[in-house]
C-alpha cells in the first residue's frame, strides 16, 4: 500500500485501488476499470449506481438518505456518485449498477443494400515499369498514368519515392474519392474495410464492412460511456459547457470506446486494423459534434443551432480514431439541432423519399424523431420523448439487457417474460409499453394517466390485477413482480410518477405526429405506411404502441413495419456508395425541419397528447 | 567562460561563442549566426570560407596546404570549413567569406501581370442574420447561404459556433479554392496577402503581394541558406542521402530563411503575416523536392526522377512556414528531374508557348535549362552548365555582389566595372563572358580554350592585353586587375582552368541548344525570339555570349530579349491567378523533356560546342 492512499477493493472483480481520502467512490471504481451506470450525471437522483461498502465509507448524504431506505444504508448500501472514501473500504459492486454486458440492442438492419457498391476508398493492384533511361516520368505521373488522376497528401509524398523503389514499381493503391491515401507493397486489394457507427446517446453499435463486396463481416454494442457523464444529450452539452476539459472528455470517451469496438470487429474478421479506411458516424447532432469536438452550446439553447449542416469529411485520426492513418471519417449531414444524422440515414434506408404514398417514419428514442413523407415533401420533427423508453426515470427501469422485462402479457394472469432468461431486475421500454396498454385496457389507469385504488375500480377487473394496487412508499403503485420472485430481493414496482413518464414520453410522440400530419392535412388512416426505426422498434408491439397514443391510431398493423436500426443502416450505406452520400446530403437540405413549439397547434396538440387515448385504437 | 568550453571571437561582429575543442570553426561560427560562403560543401576545396585567426589554431591540413600560400598560413590564414579550435581564438572574417548582403539579383520581371486576377484566395464580408426561433439553420448553411457552398478543416468547424457567435454573425470569410480558411472579425477584406517565391538554388527571391488588387507591395532577396551544404543541386541531394537529418536539415534551413523574408516583406509592407493566406514557390526540382523534404534520392541517379509531376498544394505550415495557420503552399509542376517549376515558370511568363514563331528560352544559371517552342510544340533539356557563371569553380570568381567585377569592356585599355563602385575583389559571370569573347576576339584564347602564351600572339595585339598574359601557380593566365588595385591587395586574374569552366559551361548550353534546334529541323536563323531568363540574363552581353557561344550565333541582337526573374514571375503569376496555374499544370505535362545524352547526335554535338567559335557570329 502505498503511504497516504487508501486501498478499495472491488468485488466481484477483487480489483483493487489506491485513493486519496476523499475520492468519490465513482472515481475509485473508474480507476478499477469499472464504469458505474450514471444516468442522472452523478447527481445522487437516479439511484442506479448503488454498491454495498465495508469499511470506512462517508456518512450518507442527504441525496442517499432520500434514494435509499434507512435498512439499505444500515446494510451498507451507498450510492458510488455521492460516498467518498475515508479509509480502506471493500465495495460489492451488484450487476444492476453496472452497464449491461449483454445489450438487447438492434444491430440488424433491412434494406439496406446500396443499389451499388461504389465505396469513397477504393484500391488498385498496379505493376508500373520501373523508370529507366527512356523513361523518366515524375514517380506520381507513373502511377496516375495507370490509375488516373489524384491529390496526395505531403506526409505519403514523401514516402513514396522510397516506397516505390522498394516495392520495385508494384503495389496496391489506395484512394479514398480523388485522394491516394496509401501504396501498399503487395496486392492488398482484398483489403478494404470500412467501419459504419450507429453514435446512439445511450447505445453505439458498430459494424465491420468489406468495401470490395459490400458485406458485413461482423457487427458489435456496446453501451455509450459519455452516459457516465449525463443520460440524455442535454446533460452532455452541459457538461461540454461548464467543465474546462469537458467537451474533449466526451470525445475521448466516445472515440475510446469506438476505439475498442474496431479493435473487437478487426479481431472477430481477422482483419488488421490499419486496412479501415473510412469510418462513417451516424447519430443524432449533438452525438455528432461530440465526436468532432465542435462546441456544442447552440445545441443547447434555443434555437438550437448545428454548426454544421451538410456531412463532414474529416481525417478519422483528428478524432482520435486509430485505423489507417490516413483513414477518413465521414459524419451525417443533419437536418437540425434535434434532428441529426440519424433522422437522415433512416430517411435514406427506408428511401422514405421515394414512398410510393404518405408514410410516417418514427425513431423512438431520448428524443423522438418523427418524419413525415406527404408523398411530395419531407417534414421532420423531434420531439422530447425524455428517457423513459430507454429505462431512465422509471422507478424500475433499466435498458435492454439481461434481467430486464421486456414484455408483460395477461395470460389468466400477469406474465412477464426477462431477457436472459433470469429472475428479474427491472423493466425496460417495451414492459412499460405493454404495462401501460394493460393498465388502460383494464380500468386500473384513467386517460388522465392517474393509477386508480383498489375501491375506485369498475366490477370484474381481474382479481390477479386488482390485488396488484399498492401503495409504494406511500403513493399509488401497481405490482410487477413480488419481491420473492425478483433478482434482487425487492419488488419491482411501476408508480404513479412512472406512469406520468410514460404519459409524457408518448404524448411527446403523438403531439408531433399530429402537427406533422395536421400540417400535411393528412389524417393518420391517409398513411400507406407507419415505420418505426431505431434499435428499440423491433420489441415493441403494436396494438399497445397504439394503446398508449404513441403509434397513430386505426392504421392497421400490417402497415405498421419494423425498419431495424435504421441510423445504423444509413451509416452502412454512406460507406458502401458515394451515391448513397449524395443523397443523404439532399435529404437533409430538402427535409423541412419543424419546430413543434412554434406550430400555431401545438398547445392543444399537447395538452390533447398528454391524456391517453380513450379507448383501443 | 564556461568550463572546458573555449572562446571563439568573431570580428568584426565581435561576437563570442563558447565551444569544445575540436570543433570545426565553420560550425563555431554558425554559433555566431555567421553563415560562411561554402561552395563546396565544406570539402575544403573552393578556398571561399577563408579566415584570420589570432591565438591557437589547428595544424593546417593538406586541403588548407593546397588552398592556401605559404605566407598565407604564416599570417594566420586558415579555412574555416578545415581549421578547428584548440584554444581560445579571435577570429577575422573577410566579406569575402560572407554571402554578399548585397547581391546584384533581378527581382523584377516583365510582362507579367495575369490577364484577370482571379486568385485561388478570397475574402468576403458578410453580415448573417443571427439565428432566432424562427430561423435555426444550422451554422455552416447560413454562412453558405451567403457565399455559396465550401468545405471546412476540422479546427476551423470546432471554433466556428464560438467565432460567428462572438462577432454576432459578422466578419469576413476567407476561402482558398472551395475551403473555408478562416472568419474573421470585421471586415479585412482589404487585407489578403501571398507570397511568391523564386527557389534558386543560390538565391531565394520573395516578393508580396496583394491578392485584392494584383499589386505587388515588396520584394526581397537572399542567399539560399543550403548553400552551406553544398553549392550546386547534386550536393545537396548527397548531403540529404548521406546524413540521418540531412533533408530535414536542408528542409529547414529554407524555411527559415522564407520565414526571415516573409517578416521583411510583412514588416515592410506594414501588414500582419497571419494576413498572407497562399504561398507560391517556383524552383528546379531538387528545391522543391527540399523545400518539401521529398527524398530527392531519385533525383541523384540515372535516370533522374522527380517524386511529383503535377503542381502539390500543400499546408503552409507542414513545410514549416509561419503565416495563416490554414495556409497553403503551391509548389509549381515539374516536366522532369532538371526541368522544374523554375522553367515552367518562365515558359508561362513568356507565353512561350503561344509565341508566334520558333522561340527559344535559356535560363543560364548552375544547371542551364534551354525550351524550345518550334511553332507547335514545346520541348525542354537541362544541361549541366556548372557554377561558372555564378562564380563558383572559378579561380576569382564570385557572386554578383559588392566588389564583384560585372563588366569589363576595352576602352583603349582595359577597363572593369565594379558592383558597389568599390575596388574589386572578385569576378561574376558576365565578367567572365566578357573576358572570353575578349580574348577570343584579340586572339589572346584560341577557340579551342587555349590561352595563349606571349610568344604565341600574333602582330597587332593591344599592348594592354598582351602585357597581362603572364603565369599563375605557374600555369598560364591573364592579368584582370593588379593586385594593387584590388580591395584585398592579391590580383585578380583568369586562369587557363576557368577559361576551361567557362568553356564547359557555355558549351553545354550551345550543345542543348543545337540538339534541340536539330530535332525541330531548325536553324538559329529561324528563331523569331531568343528569350533570356533567370536573375542573370540582364547583365549579359549579348555579342559577347554569342562570341563564346552561349547563345546562339546569326540571331539579331533586337531579337535576344531579356524577360528578367521568370521564375519568379511564374510565382507570381499562379498566386495571383487559378487561370495562371492551370497553365502551369499544362505546360509541365505538354513540355516534352528531352534528355539530351540519349539523342543519337549528342556526342558529336557535344564535342563540337567544346570548342569555342571560330568567329563572330
Do not use: W
Not at 450510492?79 to 453496472?98: D, F, H, K, Y
Request: with cysteine; hydrophobic share 40%; charged share 20%.
Amino acid at each position: 500500500m502505498r503511504e497516504a492512499e487508501l486501498p478499495v477493493t472491488f468485488q466481484p472483480s477483487g480489483k483493487t485501488v489506491y485513493v486519496l481520502a476523499g475520492t468519490k467512490l465513482i472515481e475509485a471504481a473508474g480507476g478499477a476499470d469499472l464504469a458505474l451506470d450514471l444516468p442522472c450525471g452523478g447527481e445522487g437522483v437516479c439511484g442506479k449506481c448503488r454498491v454495498v461498502v465495508s469499511g470506512k465509507a462517508s456518512k450518507p448524504t442527504p441525496a442517499e438518505i432520500e434514494a435509499l431506505s434507512a435498512e439499505e444504508i444500515e446494510a451498507g448500501c451507498r450510492l458510488a456518485c455521492q460516498s467518498s472514501v475515508i479509509g480502506p473500504l471493500n465495495v460489492e459492486v451488484p450487476p444492476t449498477s453496472l452497464p449491461a454486458a449483454r445489450h438487447k440492442i438492434l444491430v440488424e438492419a433491412k434494406e439496406t443494400a446500396p443499389a451499388v457498391v461504389d465505396p469513397a476508398v477504393r484500391k488498385r493492384y498496379v505493376e508500373l515499369s520501373p523508370p529507366d533511361r527512356g523513361d523518366d516520368d515524375p514517380d506520381l505521373i507513373r502511377l496516375e498514368n495507370a490509375i488516373g488522376p489524384f491529390d496526395v497528401d505531403l506526409q505519403l509524398l514523401r514516402e513514396l519515392p522510397g516506397r516505390l523503389r522498394k516495392t520495385n514499381f508494384r503495389g496496391t493503391a489506395v484512394r479514398a474519392d480523388g485522394r491516394l491515401i496509401d501504396f501498399e507493397p503487395g496486392n492488398t486489394q482484398s483489403e478494404c474495410f470500412a467501419v459504419a457507427v450507429d453514435l446512439g446517446t445511450t447505445t453505439l453499435v458498430a459494424a465491420l464492412l468489406d468495401l470490395g463486396t459490400g458485406n458485413e463481416l461482423a457487427v458489435t454494442s456496446r453501451l455509450n460511456p459519455q452516459t457516465s457523464f449525463g443520460d440524455d444529450v442535454l446533460s452532455r452539452i452541459l457538461h461540454a459547457r461548464q467543465e474546462p476539459d469537458g467537451l474533449d472528455q466526451l470525445g475521448r470517451a466516445v472515440a475510446q470506446a469506438v476505439n475498442e469496438m474496431i479493435g473487437e470487429l478487426t479481431r472477430q474478421a481477422g482483419v488488421g486494423r490499419e486496412r479501415v479506411y473510412e469510418l462513417t458516424f451516424s447519430g443524432n447532432t449533438t452525438m455528432q459534434q461530440l465526436l468532432c469536438r465542435v462546441d456544442p452550446g447552440p445545441l443547447g439553447e434555443v434555437p438550437f443551432v448545428p454548426a454544421a449542416g451538410r456531412g463532414q469529411l474529416v481525417p478519422a485520426a483528428d478524432l482520435g480514431l486509430h485505423v489507417h492513418p490516413r483513414a477518413r471519417a465521414y459524419v451525417l449531414p443533419v437536418i437540425g439541432g434535434f434532428v441529426g444524422g440519424d433522422t437522415v440515414s433512416g430517411i435514406l434506408a427506408t428511401s422514405l423519399g421515394e414512398a410510393e404514398g404518405p408514410t410516417l417514419l418514427v425513431d423512438i428514442g431520448t428524443n423522438g424523431e418523427i418524419v413525415l413523407f406527404d408523398g411530395a415533401k419531407l417534414s421532420a420533427a423531434s420531439t422530447a420523448a425524455g428517457p423513459a423508453f430507454e429505462g431512465a426515470r422509471i422507478s424500475h427501469g433499466m435498458r435492454g439487457s439481461t434481467g430486464a422485462i421486456e414484455k408483460v402479457v395477461l395470460d389468466g394472469r400477469l406474465r412477464v417474460n426477462v431477457i436472459g432468461n433470469v429472475p428479474p431486475v427491472g423493466l425496460c421500454g417495451s414492459a412499460l409499453i405493454d404495462l401501460g396498454a394493460l393498465l388502460l385496457r383494464h380500468g386500473l389507469l384513467t386517460p388522465q394517466g392517474r393509477l386508480r385504488t383498489p375501491d375506485q375500480l369498475a366490477e370484474g377487473v381481474m382479481p390477479d390485477l386488482a390485488r396488484r394496487l399498492m401503495l409504494h412508499r406511500g403513493k399509488p403503485a401497481f405490482l410487477v413482480v413480488p419481491a420473492e420472485e425478483t433478482g434482487h430481493g425487492r419488488p419491482i414496482v411501476l408508480t404513479q410518477g412512472d406512469l406520468r413518464e410514460l404519459q409524457l414520453a408518448a404524448g411527446a410522440i403523438r403531439c408531433g405526429t399530429q402537427i406533422l400530419l395536421r400540417r400535411a392535412a393528412l389524417e393518420p388512416t391517409d398513411l400507406e405506411n407507419v415505420l418505426i426505426g431505431g434499435g428499440f422498434g423491433n420489441f415493441i408491439r403494436r396494438s399497445n404502441a397504439q394503446r398508449i397514443g404513441l403509434l397513430p391510431p386505426r392504421v392497421e398493423h400490417h402497415r405498421i413495419r419494423y425498419q431495424g436500426n435504421t441510423s445504423l443502416a444509413g451509416a452502412r450505406l454512406t460507406a458502401l456508395s458515394q451515391q448513397a452520400r449524395r443523397q443523404a446530403e439532399q435529404i437533409a437540405r430538402r427535409t423541412e425541419h419543424v419546430d413543434l413549439s412554434r406550430d400555431p397547434d401545438f398547445a392543444a396538440a399537447f395538452a390533447e397528447a398528454m391524456i391517453f387515448p380513450e379507448e383501443e385504437a
